[in-house]
């Protein structure tokens, strides 16, 4: 949207045809663009900032109460602060170029030496970066072949299926959920996008091939069903009620004390286990049974790491209570 700005407002107006074509958008995402500039508006500071307004006249597209935007960027310490923590952490994504690096360090510079020492310490005193373990390096990889739009040939063990195939995939993106890396790409061989785990990645070949960039939307989920998924229904707590509106339940019923009960799909019983253990009984799986028996298992013997001389083993009473 402030490309859009730019482009419409560096000369007497754009046309519509070239705004597209310099946006590389189609006409109905245009259109979706311009009707949302009319909701957005300058920062507002020391006064009440003043909404855009986009006018469309004579084949032209101009945008008006932007004009600020055409003078030197001024920053606030907490907005100079969070590029140069942004920076500091983009100059860690696997597979960067040496230019790319260069130029993430520069830019990093320039902020910091025409930023007060309030910048500095903010942006030293919080870290942020990609972290990726052991596949750093196949991050790395397949980071370069999204952007050089790299067809691949992978060898990916499915776990809910329990066996390794060869799949022909355009990298989209690479992008992390629940402490793992993915890989978002377009699979061939089931003709859809799909998410691969890099650990469950057992190797990758370059087939020499290039392929045209398909659209992913910045906001797309990374969990989407594909129709091989487990219906499992979930106890949210009150506290973390909100939660269940991120795994698209295909039912919901709100309770007395404000919780939450939903029906969703999973494609693998670890995200299950994982989230009821984070959340320490505020998350509970009610159905199917094989899947409440495994979380309370699992969850049973995660416990057992955590078991002192003084606690009591999972399933003992302390006498004080009934048992667990």
């Known amino acids: 949207m402030v490309d859009a700005i730019g482009l419409a407002n560096q000369r007497d107006g754009i046309s519509r045809a070239e705004l597209a074509e310099r946006l590389q958008v189609g006409d109905r995402e245009l259109t979706a663009i311009l009707d949302e500039l009319w909701f957005c508006g300058m920062p507002e500071r020391q006064f009440a900032g003043q909404q855009f307004e986009v006018l469309e006249q004579d084949g032209r597209i101009r945008i008006t109460q932007a004009e600020r935007l055409s003078g030197p960027l001024r920053l606030s310490v907490p907005e100079a602060a969070a590029l140069a923590i942004g920076l500091r952490a983009a100059a860690g994504i696997p597979g960067l170029t040496d230019t790319e690096r260069q130029d993430t360090a520069s830019a990093l510079d320039k902020i910091l030496a025409v930023s007060g020492p309030e910048v500095e310490q903010a942006g030293t005193g919080i870290v942020a970066g990609f ?40 990298p989209l993106r690479i992008t992390s959920e629940g ?89 693998h019983p670890d995200y299950a286990h994982a989230q009821a253990a984070r959340f320490g009984g505020e998350f509970r799986v009610l159905a199917p049974q094989d899947l409440v028996e495994s979380t309370v298992d699992w969850l049973r013997r995660a416990r057992t790491g955590y078991v002192t001389g003084n606690s009591p083993s999972p399933g003992v009473s302390t006498g004080s209570g009934p048992a667990a």
């Open 131 to 170: 972290d990726f373990g052991p596949f750093t390096e196949l991050a790395g990889r397949l980071h370069a072949a999204v952007r050089e739009q790299t067809l691949l040939s992978i060898d990916y063990h499915s776990a809910t299926r329990d066996e390794t195939s060869t799949r022909t995939v355009e």
């Open 179 to 267: 402490g793992h890396g993915y890989l978002q790409a377009w699979c061939r061989s089931s003709d859809g996008r799909r998410n691969f785990r890099l650990d469950r990645i057992a190797a990758v070949r370059e087939t020499g091939e290039t392929f045209e960039p398909r659209h992913l939307p910045v906001d797309d989920r990374l969990f989407t069903q594909h129709g091989d998924e487990t219906a499992v229904t979930i106890h949210f707590a009150h506290r973390i009620r909100d939660l269940a509106a991120g795994f698209d339940p295909e039912r919901t019923a709100v309770l007395e004390d404000g919780s939450v009960v939903a029906e969703v799909r999973l494609a």
